[in-house]
């Protein structure tokens, strides 16, 4: 409340309304204070009370029990209990010995308190309360008419600090009639036992339950007195409130305005000290006490107040010179400058509220603005999670069924493909186990040994050199006018009724993949469907297309489609199969996610095709090398090598480092160094033997020497995969050495056996004799040779005497000589000429 100008309501809730004597005193004696009287009214509420009869004293000889509370407690709580209430005792001793040297000591300042309080006429003459002290035998008396002062004015704090001291000396000292005690054992033995309000330690100490009880009411003389008092209060205000309560409201505001503008008109000057709001010119102490005046509130409050100050006092010295003293006339000088002072400040203020609230509404209309923005923005971003939403669970669920289709399908396909793979690589078995036939049979005809087997493996031996001598004639009545060496063919040749079958086992392979996808719908049929769906994706949304990885994800996808086109794969033996460009799924998936004129070289659908060739072309591949491919055909070795440069040229993932392509090297050098173990053959025999030019003997020899050579000719295409180590280890250590130079050494016609190594020397690569100007190691037994062959032409030229035929043999050996120079062996070539030399001239005639 401003100003004092509103009276605080009643609390009208209260169920229990008490007035205190202002008296206080905690059982440890560590609180001392002293208050003024606090009147409350109390409510009005109905209470029934239960009375008994009353006696002199203000308790009364039973209590009521309307509720019981019972704490059973234990033993060891009952000895704590028992040792504070003995501290306590002492306690209380030692303070009453300190009181009593106390109150010795300030009666002479008590005697000039009296001097310095101001006297006020109180309610009634009649009533005297007199504090005494006779335990000491000294007896003081306290006028409370003489205390209060005259009608009008406010006990000092002078005054009302000797009030309470008295009245503290009253309780500890005497039993006067004014002082009524709280907390004392005068009564004890007065009372039943078992009915007693007081609680004494002997009974607490023995008994081990504690019951808390109600208390009746009680008729001592003085708290009777304070009750009527109160109840008389009550019944004034509460005639009073009738009328005030249709007005509190209106009079309370009049008053706050009021207030308001005297606040803000004049400052008063010179006002005395106080201590609280102000209250009436015709109050004073002395009205508390008289029940039938009305007391305002706020004074009740105000005065309350001064009591709980001056109880935070701490007394020092009887000097108390200033009094509450309420002016008498406004000594406000007003003057034209200070208000216009006080209105240009309020003005001020005034325009800086207004630029803060213009500031707030600024940042309001911002705000308000952004949220609107933001709003439209929400909305639309609404829309568009929205589509995005729809269009997720879309292709959630079409990858879903995708995913479970392919599972089903793809075992099929994989039977499917196994299914062709197993007809061409019996077919291709049947081919190798037919020539490894023949050699056996020629070897066993030209041996001349007698023939120990039972008449049906004879049968069967004689039908197949029937078979083979047949694909022979055909060979050669197809090559008439052709330079052809026999054993330069792979014997591929078969009869019509195999080709028949091996051509009608895939082409029902191939019908069964027809119908893989007929229980599909269209949207997983084709390559062309599944990659609409995803292009669509990519160009909606390409962030989530790219946080999906789906570049990772759909050569897998389109792997089983890729696998099921290409079962009729046969790069092998068809010249056009070794374009990939010209199958349906190459050119669907090179324009996948791809605009025209629009190619973005980092995007990762661009090695979508190459990653397609890694992981399915190239495995498919290593299998038909593997089990398919036949080193000795010169037409599927420059197919496989022309397939397999143009994937290397054409797509980047086909590396050294890639898996896929390590292992397809390790299955051609695998499957030749089969070829070689297992197809070449090269027979011994005596030179009388191999004279004859027309010999079976020799043809078979020729035969398995260009056999060899063909094998040679074939691994050196791989020069630009396989590593010179490699080569030279299966061309030059396995095929030249072990094979071939037996071959040559058996020849009879020195100028036969030159002219085939001549042969064998120009299909080894270049670039072996171009890096070192040292032979290669594998090529000594090469060079070795020519040298021993060089001496065998110069020898046999001795027995000549025609010209031409030592011209010949000068010619040979020069022939040698270069060889040798080829393959970079000078040493050996520089012999040879200066032996051919020093012996040509040794015998030429002098």
Request: overall charge neutral; charged content about 30%.
């Amino acid at each position: 409340m401003l100003g004092g100008g509103f009276r605080k309501k009643s609390n009208r809730n209260n169920l229990r309304k008490k007035i205190d004597t202002a008296d206080s005193d905690d059982d440890d004696g560590k609180k001392d204070k002293t208050e003024l009287p606090s009147i409350q009214t109390p409510s009005n509420a109905p209470k029934t009370i239960k009375t008994k009869p009353n006696t002199m004293l203000s308790f009364g000889d039973e209590l009521e029990n309307d509720e019981e509370f019972v704490i059973k407690r234990t033993k060891a709580s009952s000895t704590l209990e028992n040792q504070v209430k003995k501290e306590k005792k002492l306690k209380k001793r030692r303070e009453k010995n300190q009181s009593q040297e106390l109150f010795v000591e300030e009666k002479n300042q008590d005697q000039n308190l009296k001097s310095n309080m101001l006297h006020v006429k109180t309610f009634s003459d009649d009533e005297d309360y007199n504090f005494k002290q006779d335990d000491f035998g000294v007896s003081h008396k306290f006028n409370i008419k003489q205390a209060l002062g005259t009608n009008g004015n406010i006990p000092d704090a002078a005054m009302i600090y000797a009030m309470k001291k008295k009245r503290e000396q009253a309780r500890q000292f005497g039993d006067q009639v004014a002082y009524i005690p709280l907390n004392t054992n005068k009564y004890e033995g007065r009372f039943p036992e078992g009915n007693s309000r007081l609680i004494r330690e002997d009974d607490s100490s023995e008994d081990e339950r504690i019951e808390m009880k109600g208390t009746t009411a009680t008729s001592h003389p003085q708290l009777e007195r304070r009750k009527q008092v109160a109840k008389a209060l009550e019944e004034f205000q509460d005639e009073d409130s009738g009328n005030e309560k249709r007005e509190e409201h209106d009079d309370e505001i009049q008053r706050w305005e009021e207030e308001q503008i005297k606040k803000g008109s004049h400052m008063p000057t010179n006002v005395p000290e106080t201590y609280g709001p102000k209250l009436p010119l015709n109050f004073n102490v002395g009205m508390l006490m008289d029940p039938t005046t009305y007391v305002p509130h706020y004074a009740m409050t105000t005065l309350q107040g001064y009591c709980n100050q001056i109880n935070n006092l701490t007394y020092s010295a009887p000097q108390y010179s200033q009094v509450y003293q309420i002016p008498s006339q406004d000594t406000y000088v007003y003057s034209i400058d200070i208000i216009g002072e006080q209105l240009r400040q309020q003005v001020d203020a005034k325009k800086q509220l207004h630029h803060l609230h213009k500031q707030q509404l600024e940042k309001t209309d911002s705000d308000l603005h952004f949220s609107l923005d933001n709003l439209k923005s929400l909305e639309n971003k609404t829309i568009d999670i929205s589509e995005r939403f729809t269009f997720y669970q879309d292709i959630r669920g079409f990858a879903r069924d995708l995913i479970e289709c392919l599972n089903e399908k793809v075992k099929q396909i994989n039977e499917l493909e196994s299914g062709m793979h197993s007809v061409l690589s019996s077919y291709a078995e049947k081919l190798v186990i037919r020539r490894q036939n023949d050699v056996k049979d020629e070897v066993e005809e030209i041996s001349g040994k007698p023939n120990t087997d039972n008449d049906r493996i004879n049968n069967i031996r004689n039908r197949r050199i029937a078979e083979r001598e047949g694909r022979r004639a055909r060979r050669r009545e197809s090559r008439k006018g052709v330079p052809h060496y026999d054993g330069m063919s792979s014997d591929d040749d078969v009869i019509p009724s195999e080709r028949l079958r091996y051509e009608a086992e895939q082409a029902k392979i191939l019908k069964d993949s027809e119908s893989v996808f007929d229980d599909v719908v269209s949207d997983f049929k084709s390559i062309r469907e599944i990659m609409s769906r995803f292009e669509q994706w990519k160009f909606a949304f390409s962030d989530t297309y790219k946080e999906a990885f789906l570049g990772i994800c759909l050569p897998k996808l389109f792997a089983p489609f890729v696998t099921l086109e290409m079962l009729n794969w046969k790069p092998l033996e068809v010249q056009t199969n070794i374009d990939l460009e010209s199958m349906n799924w190459f050119k669907t998936l090179i324009v996948y996610g791809h605009v025209p004129d629009d190619i973005d070289i980092d995007d990762d659908d661009i090695k979508l095709v190459p990653n397609i060739i890694e992981k399915s072309i190239i495995p498919k591949l290593t299998v038909m090398m593997r089990d398919v491919w036949d080193p000795l055909s010169s037409k599927q070795t420059k197919l496989s090598t022309c397939l397999f440069q143009r994937l290397v040229h054409d797509f980047p993932t086909i590396t050294k480092e890639s898996k896929t392509t390590k292992l397809l090297v390790d299955a051609i050098v695998t499957k030749l160094k089969s070829v070689v173990e297992t197809e070449l053959y090269i027979p011994l025999y005596p030179r009388s033997l191999l004279e004859a030019n027309n010999s079976r003997a020799f043809a078979f020899l020729e035969r398995q020497f260009w056999k060899g050579f063909k094998l040679l000719s074939n691994l050196m295409e791989w020069n630009w995969l396989l590593s010179q180590t490699k080569l030279q280890e299966l061309g030059v250590d396995a095929i030249l050495n072990r094979y071939l130079i037996i071959a040559l050494q058996q020849y009879p016609s020195p100028a036969a056996a030159l002219e085939r190594v001549k042969s064998i020397v120009s299909i080894l690569p270049k670039e072996w004799f171009e890096k070192s100007d040292q032979i290669i190691p594998g090529l000594q037994s090469v060079s070795r040779y020519l040298v021993s062959l060089s001496n065998i032409i110069y020898k046999s030229s001795l027995g000549y005497n025609d010209e031409q035929e030592k011209k010949r043999s000068t010619i040979l050996i020069k022939k040698t000589i270069s060889i040798l120079m080829h393959i970079q062996a000078f040493d050996e070539a520089r012999l040879v000429a200066k032996e051919f030399k020093d012996k040509d001239t040794r015998n030429s005639p002098s």
